[in-house]
């Protein structure tokens, strides 16, 4: 059975002029396909069997290609936007004929030019698209454990929740909002920090360092914020974490345990205003 999509080996059943006819081992001629012409290989002839991948052509015919493409079914991948419509977008996936990415299985605002993480399926209409809604085709069974460092990619935001994470462009990843410190997007790739894995194996993730480390980082941008602001900020223990979050993009936390050594260093000192650099 010839399959759409996928990378398969098909047998040569038929020469013809404009290349020869493949199709799945014991069938014969019915339902073949056509690698074309600049797709054969010298010395190729009836009975041979060839590696090819199945998609379909600019005139929407079923074809073989021996190019291997960047994404097939069942696959993920990072690929760029070569052209944005009104009903869609394009994508460079390594063939002649452009990955077409529909505009309801677009996530956030896709731009040309922009590289985004995408699945592929077949739609009703027996074409192959691509999609941005991949959640149900990342694993929940990494090999990672709490503290280990990893790199994926932000596949969507949700404003409540965080910045759901293809980490290594394979499982389940989650930056909550209360770890989630800068401005991004999908397509973004980003290094983090296992928090913890879930009972469900999904993986939440931070983008700050453990907590032992961070201090002398936080307490550091705290210095220099202090010295941007003329030597004090209006914030303090009594400070809400957005408040906190906003001025410095650390955590309440954070903010308490680097203020706390800032403290015992005779760095700073607290006031009814906030914070006060020592000079």
Not at 161 to 187: H, R, T
Not at 188 to 196: K, L, P, S
Not at 210 to 215: G, H, L, P, S, T
Not at 235 to 255: G, M, Q, V, Y
């Amino acid at each position: 059975m010839i399959e759409l999509g996928k990378i398969q080996k098909l047998e040569v059943v038929r020469n013809a002029q404009i290349g020869v006819y493949l199709n799945s081992r014991g069938n014969k001629d019915k339902d073949a396909i056509l690698l074309p012409n600049n797709q054969v290989l010298e010395g190729t002839g009836i009975g041979d069997e060839v590696e090819v991948f199945v998609y379909k052509d600019s005139e929407d015919r079923v074809i073989a290609t021996m190019k291997k493409p960047k994404l097939t079914i069942g696959e993920l991948a990072v690929l760029r936007v070569v052209d944005t419509t009104r009903i869609g977008a394009f994508l460079d996936w390594g063939l002649e004929k452009d990955l077409f990415l529909p505009f309801r299985e677009q996530i956030g605002n896709v731009k040309k030019g922009c590289t985004y993480l995408v699945g592929m399926y077949i739609d009703s209409s027996n074409r192959l698209c691509a999609t941005m809604n991949i959640y149900n085709l990342l694993s929940s069974e990494s090999p990672y454990k709490q503290n280990d460092r990893v790199k994926g990619t932000v596949y969507s935001i949700s404003k409540s929740i965080g910045a759901f994470v293809a980490v290594d462009n394979k499982y389940q990843g989650l930056i909550p909002n209360k770890e989630l410190y800068g401005s991004y997007a999908e397509g973004d790739i980003v290094d983090a920090r296992v928090n913890r894995v879930r009972q469900d194996g999904k993986l939440e993730l931070s983008l700050r360092k453990e907590a032992y480390n961070e201090i002398e980082e936080d307490a550091q941008k705290i210095m220099e914020r202090l010295k941007l602001t003329g030597g004090t900020l209006p914030i303090n223990d009594s400070s809400t974490p957005e408040h906190i979050k906003a001025e410095l993009s650390i955590s309440k936390a954070a903010f308490k345990r680097a203020v706390g050594r800032l403290l015992k260093e005779g760095a700073i000192e607290i006031t009814d205003e906030g914070i006060k650099r020592v000079w």
